[in-house]
């Protein structure tokens, strides 16, 4: 059995980055979430059931996530918080992995992996530090600013582009990332105010490992292309694949920092937080295979457009749900954030891909 594979989810909280290989199409394509038929997917139904399932998948996945790392369990003094990040991811791993093995084996048997092991070792080790950074990036910042933050990775995309890849992008690219970086600068603009609060800070350790995060997405994004440039390797396999090599390499790192008895321990003084952490995993597997189906049916701009839909209402709920205060100049940032998403979208790409 060969280690790790497929495409990433990441994420989600990681965001997700999938390509549609020129190959799948038609009812093949079709059949990861429709079994591949018009009559189990009338034309008319395909877009709402793309919008409603990414968007519900997703909206889900996000409240899931914030409610597991920043809530409280117990009461008054033994009150505790769950730090487990390793832990998260791992399970996440193994469900995308189960996921993407049944596709593969119901949907998409005839293609040959013919990728070299070493390349998806390689690429899990920087989506898993992506996942782990930003899950543990929520022990420090408020969810809406994990949002924002991940949905930056244009810019360390772009970035690594230009000094690793030496590609040249068209100035719509750099208009919009300017848009971006302009609504992040005014998000993470704190004013001082008069008292010593605890927030009064810039740029601290949840802003340091949401910007290790975004760097190592770059990095993920890199090795992707070269796989898929050099391999023509599958969204699937490459989800299955480097989904089982980050498994691997967090099971040894669980297991080596004794991570996994503390988990074990803490699920079972507060056992409901394992039916939360499960359904965190479906709803990523479940919303990827919603992006894919997006993707085949109406191309990358169509799920660019609904999955940069979800993420602001998903900043919305939670600051509705979470009581997470957002200020009007942040408001304006995260305005400028998703402008910049958007128009990114529609002007800014000219290959195949999306991002989640």
């Not at 979430?33 to 968007?55: K, N, Y």
């Not at 930056?152 to 000094?163: E, F, R």
Request: charged share 15%; glycine share 8%.
């Amino acid at each position: 059995m060969r280690p790790p594979a497929s495409p990433l989810l990441p994420a989600p909280l990681r965001d997700v980055r999938l390509d549609v290989p020129p190959s799948l199409s038609g009812p093949s394509a079709a059949a990861m979430g429709a079994s591949g038929g018009s009559p189990l997917l009338p034309e008319r139904l395909r877009l709402p059931v793309c919008f409603l399932g990414v968007f519900v998948c997703y909206f889900y996945y996000g409240i899931l996530q914030e409610s597991i790392t920043r809530g409280k369990y117990g009461e008054g003094a033994k009150q505790e918080k769950f730090k487990y990040a390793l832990s998260l991811v791992f399970i996440q791993c193994v469900i995308n992995a189960i996921f993407a093995r049944l596709v593969i084996q119901f949907f998409d048997a005839i293609r040959v992996d013919r990728t070299q092991n070493w390349l998806y070792a390689a690429c899990s080790l920087s989506y898993l530090g992506a996942m782990v950074s930003s899950n543990s990036a929520l022990q420090f910042v408020n969810y809406p600013t994990q949002v924002l933050g991940k949905s930056c990775k244009p810019i360390p995309v772009m970035l690594l582009g230009v000094t690793v890849l030496r590609k040249k992008y068209p100035l719509a690219k750099y208009l919009c990332v300017l848009l971006i970086v302009t609504g992040v600068a005014l998000f993470m603009y704190k004013p001082k105010k008069g008292g010593d609060g605890e927030d009064d800070h810039i740029f601290g350790y949840g802003e340091l490992l949401l910007l290790l995060s975004l760097t190592l997405d770059g990095l993920t994004g890199v090795s992707q292309d070269h796989m898929r440039a050099h391999y023509q390797t599958g969204s699937n396999h490459m989800m299955l694949n480097v989904n089982l090599w980050s498994t691997l390499f967090l099971g040894a790192g669980i297991l080596f920092t004794g991570e996994l008895w503390e988990f074990l321990s803490f699920a079972e003084r507060y056992p409901s937080i394992l039916y939360n952490i499960l359904l965190f995993g479906l709803t990523s597997a479940l919303g990827q295979s919603f992006i894919f189906m997006t993707v085949v049916y109406f191309g990358p701009l169509t799920c660019s457009i609904i999955t940069t839909t979800r993420k602001f209402f998903t900043i919305l709920a939670s600051v509705i749900l979470f009581a997470n205060p957002i200020s009007m100049m942040q408001w304006v940032g995260t305005i400028l954030v998703f402008m910049g998403l958007g128009l990114d979208a529609k002007f800014g790409k000219g290959s195949k891909k999306t991002t989640h």
